[in-house]
């Protein structure tokens, strides 16, 4: 076969930024054909299915009946974290391979009922981390691995966003819903980036996580304020006594020189990497002021196509799908495939291990000092005897 048959479960806004591009216009676009969507919004399933000229037979209120229903050899699971479960069981128990975007799920449960699932098929699960294919990133990993720096001692990652996409004043608003920033964290949206481009690197097991959460920035918001954190620091401990501080917030002046401001630095026994993923080397001075932007993510071509890691992480993904399902896939590659590292298992332990600490902890002027998590016990909490086999 030369084509992966997809049907698209849940068509809203990483559909519209990144995926329809990967679909449609990007140099992975030949292997796949997008045979059906299912979104129970019609106004987001229309939007896309009548942009693409998916018939209204293949438009589908609900993606059980599009499985069901509709030949296909995989799906994309577009839906909000905590609902990345139920669509990927029923897709692997029906045979079909399942990409999804970061992260693999929103807690430690549902995680692992996604691996096993996976296990019981034999089918493949894939993880669009973009950042694990930006070339910074690769090529710290590579060297890392090669034994370039040294073991990893100590890093601290930033990942800050403009308050525009948390102040629920602002418009045009970022976030459909106006309590995202209460519902949400900047854990679950920026933490896990930073956490799993760590864990891409040094490929070490956290051990314990302790959180610290302020909430002062988006209380003081006027006329409408938000009771979310402003920042969080996450602080991770690894197995060989490593410790990382990913700090994460959305509360930046809008005056900042990129929606995002992102960056790490790592200090290992015999180095230390800067990496400034904020910079990408092209810098705007405007009218408006001055902006870092980013081509390396998503770059539109002057032929229409669209390129750039954002294309290339989900697109070699489905090139794995389509090679396993032509045979070309060793035992070995498959096993790699599916280790807890390869599908983020230990990202979403790192995230809810920060949310529980945060719960779990002290409030005092506006800042919560999170309880420190044992990983070992958080697992066989959510596990039980299972919890071994990521231990
Ligand atoms: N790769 C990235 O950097 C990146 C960026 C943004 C979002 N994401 C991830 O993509 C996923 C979707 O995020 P989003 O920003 O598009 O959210 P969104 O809320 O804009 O869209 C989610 C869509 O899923 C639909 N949906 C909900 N339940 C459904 C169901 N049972 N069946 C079918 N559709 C259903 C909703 O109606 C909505 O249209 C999340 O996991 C998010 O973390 C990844």
């Given at each position: ?8 479960i ?23 054909s ?87 098929s ?26 370039a ?18 102040d ?76 990382a ?72 993904i ?41 719960k ?21 909490e ?10």
């Amino acid at each position: 076969m030369d084509k992966i048959r997809l049907g698209v479960i849940g068509t809203g806004s990483v559909v519209r930024e990144i995926y329809q591009h990967l679909y449609y216009r990007s140099e992975y676009s030949r292997l796949l054909s997008v045979e059906a969507a299912a979104d129970p919004n019609t106004k987001a399933l229309n939007e896309f299915c009548d942009q693409y000229n998916i018939p209204a037979d293949r438009r589908f209120s609900n993606y059980e009946e599009m499985i069901k229903r509709v030949q296909l050899d995989a799906v994309q699971v577009n839906t909000p974290d905590s609902l990345h479960r139920a669509p990927t069981v029923m897709a692997l128990d029906h045979g079909l391979d399942v990409m999804i975007p970061k992260p693999l799920a929103e807690s430690i449960t549902d995680a692992h009922a996604m691996i096993e699932a996976a296990n019981r098929s034999g089918r493949l699960i894939g993880v669009d981390f973009h950042k694990r294919e930006d070339p910074r990133i690769k090529e710290v990993a590579t060297r890392y691995r090669s034994g370039a720096y040294g073991q990893f001692q100590c890093a601290v990652w930033y990942m800050l966003d403009k308050i525009c996409i948390a102040d629920p004043n602002y418009q045009p608003a970022y976030f459909a819903s106006p309590r995202f920033c209460e519902e949400n964290s900047p854990i679950t949206f920026l933490t896990v980036h930073m956490a799993d481009a760590l864990l891409r690197i040094v490929s070490l097991r956290p051990v314990s996580v302790r959180a610290t959460g302020w909430a002062q920035k988006l209380a003081s918001l006027k006329p409408l304020s938000s009771t979310g954190y402003d920042l969080c620091d996450t602080e991770v401990v690894f197995e060989t006594g490593a410790v990382a501080h990913i700090i994460t917030g959305w509360h930046l002046p809008n005056t900042a020189y990129s929606m995002t401001v992102q960056s790490s630095r790592l200090i290992c026994t015999d180095g230390m990497i800067d990496l400034g993923i904020d910079t990408p080397g092209c810098r705007e001075i405007v009218a408006d002021g001055i902006f870092e932007r980013n081509p390396l993510f998503r770059n539109f071509e002057p032929d229409g196509t669209v390129s750039g890691y954002g294309m290339d992480r989900p697109g070699r993904i489905y090139q794995k799908f389509l090679r396993a399902r032509n045979g070309e896939m060793s035992a070995e590659e498959r096993g790699e495939l599916m280790s807890p590292f390869e599908l983020g298992f230990y990202t979403t332990v790192i995230c809810e291990a920060a949310e529980s600490s945060l719960k779990a902890g002290a409030k005092h002027n506006g800042v919560t000092r999170g309880v420190e998590i044992d990983v070992k016990t958080l697992l066989r909490e959510r596990l039980g005897a299972d919890a071994s086999k990521y231990l």
